[in-house]
RNA sequence: CGGGGUGUAGCGCAGCCCGGUUAGCGCAUCUGCUUUGGGAGCAGAGGGUCGCAGGUUCGAAUCCUGCCACCCCGACCA
């Protein structure tokens, strides 16, 4: 490669850049923050899906599918989301182009719509004026459904997969009879997001709660996963929202209750983006590239076969083809790469830098010892293994570098989460070491607002499980009772 | 939107300050031969609106003006 990889010490920013790129997952698009998902990318991307959308299946769930244009007035419809979302809009205002003869294409004039549309930064507002024609009866609920799509967020500024215009990610809305009934629907979900971070992408996440200020626009609640990336700032993952009777009220959606009453309807909405890619990368690869967990890489194994001549050629690929096909039987997704054009070692890096977690290499040497070569990504060790009960080995190899990818994560993140109890110490180890800080609040947006301006480090939520045996303390600010800490950290 | 940086072949860069023939280099690409257990070697070949638009000049990649894009740092956010 004649432009290496970055690395992580000389510039964490270039270096993730140079890992999208070298893996091939993403490029920029012509369009200002907006991204082109190469298929290495989006193969991750539909791996999650597959894996989410059958959670969200088991749990009830049903997929639909809600138009990405939505009437202007629904936006204004609900107060604190509009406050949210208004200034980040696309807006269509004009349905055709003309040729002009001197200024060439333009907009035609003549085609302004009656009402503008709101390109959807979420879905809320056309869910809602949905629900409150499904829904009359407390025998309508609950309505459980998600919806895989896209959405624009007109950012100011943009990182592949971290944060674009436009991107993709799944929204689930419900509808429920009680509150205890929603806020049970939020937790789950919130839940299922947790489940998926560390058991598919080997992500360690806080759950949590979100202060006000962090809150999802129009929510009463707003519950998060958040992870700890290798630069020790903060990423949240995923969101879980209980939204109250906030968008019921807005679209006026009643149901008549057992004891024949008019109700607002309990809402609740939940979704991950393909900001998770993003997570992924910058929670397990290194400077040598991708690194992937086994669960949603989308080659698992490759096997790369090596030979002198065509009498080997023939003996090696007659094996490699025998290997390949019981591991596929085996239900794991291997490859064997047999284009002539590369040679070996060009292709084991290729594979190192696209983060595939375990490499075969077979040779005529392996042919003669009953043996095979095999390289896992994640320590980057390999070894002769036999042949025989090689499918087992692999499994097992696959289920240690997913395990050991989460152990790992997990400590790094411990490494970088640190209980202080002054506001010295507080900077210092912001400062110093990064990554979560815990620390007594006194639940005002005052000392928040105050330590944000000072040391950009917000709350990135008020955990939901409880960190010390002895909760009491006091704030490292303003010195009042404080009910528990919380995390802060500086995040993307 | 403010501050800083960058824009020259697919990628990475030199040339610009100090204007002057056919705009170079490495990698990649194509052809041929030899190769193949960690990014092969040799020989040959192709590929450029020098980000865009104006201007200055006999002459602009180079100087001037405006614009655009990307990256980094802030304000806003999944």
Redesign the pocket.
């Known amino acids: 490669?004649?432009?290496a990889i970055t690395s992580r010490e000389t510039d964490y920013?270039?270096w993730y850049?140079d890992v999208i790129r070298h893996a091939k997952l993403a490029e920029?698009s012509p369009v200002?923050?907006c991204m082109i998902i190469r298929p290495n990318g989006y193969a991750i991307w539909e791996n999650m899906q597959a894996a989410l959308d059958k959670m969200f299946k088991d749990t009830g769930h049903q997929n639909a599918y809600f138009p990405i244009f939505i009437p202007q007035s629904f936006l204004a419809r609900e107060a604190a989301h509009v406050d949210?979302f208004a200034?980040?809009c696309a807006v269509v205002t004009h349905s055709r182009l003309i040729v002009d003869d001197e200024k060439g294409l333009i907009v035609d004039p003549d085609s302004r719509l009656e009402e503008n549309l709101i390109v959807r930064p979420t879905s809320e507002t056309i869910v809602w004026d949905t629900y409150s024609r499904w829904i009359q009866s407390w025998r309508d609920l609950p309505i459980l459904i998600n919806s895989w799509n896209n959405v624009v967020?007109w950012?100011?500024?943009?990182?592949?997969f971290?944060?674009?215009?436009e991107?993709l990610w799944q929204e689930g809305h419900t509808a429920h009879a009680t509150r205890e009934e929603a806020m049970e629907e939020t937790l789950q979900m919130l839940d299922i997001y947790a489940t998926f971070a560390e058991e598919f992408m080997a992500v360690p996440v806080i759950k949590g709660v979100k202060t006000a200020s962090?809150r999802?626009?129009g929510a009463v609640e707003t519950y998060c996963i958040e992870a700890m990336m290798q630069d020790g700032k903060s990423l949240?993952a995923g969101?879980s929202h209980f939204l109250g009777q906030n968008f019921a009220k807005a679209f006026n959606c009643q149901f008549q209750n057992k004891n024949n009453e008019q109700e607002y309807v309990w809402a609740t909405s939940w979704g991950v983006?393909?900001?998770l890619i993003g997570a992924l990368i910058m929670v397990h690869s290194d400077d040598q590239g991708l690194v992937l967990p086994p669960r949603l890489a989308p080659t698992q194994v490759v096997l790369v076969p090596?030979?002198?001549n065509d009498e080997d050629r023939d003996r090696v690929l007659t094996e490699a083809r025998q290997i390949v096909g019981d591991l596929l039987e085996a239900g794991i997704r291997a490859h064997l790469d047999a284009r002539e054009a590369y040679?070996?070692?060009?292709k084991?890096?290729?594979y190192?830098?696209q983060g595939v977690p375990i490499r075969l290499?077979?040779?005529?040497?392996?042919l003669k010892n009953g043996t095979i070569?095999l390289?896992r990504r994640d320590t980057?060790e390999?070894e002769g293994v036999p042949r025989d009960g090689l499918t087992k080995r692999i499994e097992s190899v696959l289920f240690d570098i997913q395990q050991s990818l989460f152990e790992k994560a997990c400590a790094f993140r411990d490494s970088k989460t640190t209980s202080v109890d002054s506001y010295d110490d507080f900077k210092t180890v912001l400062e110093e070491n990064g990554g979560f800080v815990l620390a007594h609040w006194d639940g005002t947006e005052e000392t928040e607002a105050q330590i944000k301006k000072e040391t950009?480090a917000t709350i990135r939520c008020i955990p939901l499980d409880p960190i010390d045996a002895d909760d009491s303390g006091v704030d490292i600010i303003s010195g009042a009772p404080s009910a528990g800490r919380v995390y802060f950290a500086r995040?993307y």
Do not use: C
């Open positions: 490669m004649a432009d920013s270039q850049q920029h200002r923050g949210g200034k980040e967020r950012e100011m500024r943009t990182r592949l971290l944060r674009t215009m991107f962090e999802f626009a949240q969101t983006s393909t900001r090596i030979y002198r040679r070996p070692g060009w084991f890096n290729e190192e830098v290499a077979l040779g005529p040497r392996d070569e390289a980057r390999k950009k995040s």
